[in-house]
């Protein structure tokens, strides 16, 4: 899934290890998340948005996912 994390991180100088300790995760689910091979739980997405205030919807472009049904 595509996001703007990398973007955002970036923007307020944090490392990968700085956003993954503020989290309580490893920097490699940050590093997963930032390449879109892990998309991340809801608490987790809901975390992530909250740090960089901002929303889920804001942060998550859901437009590739599978539609279901």
Avoid: C, W
């Amino acid at each position: 899934m595509k996001n703007g994390l990398r973007e955002l991180r970036t923007a307020g100088a944090l490392s990968q290890v700085d956003v993954a300790a503020a989290l309580g995760v490893s920097r490699q689910t940050i590093i997963a998340i930032e390449t879109g091979r892990y998309s991340p739980s809801l608490p987790l997405a809901f975390r992530l948005a909250r740090f960089f205030h901002t929303t889920v919807d804001d942060l998550f472009d859901a437009s590739e996912e599978v539609e279901v049904g």
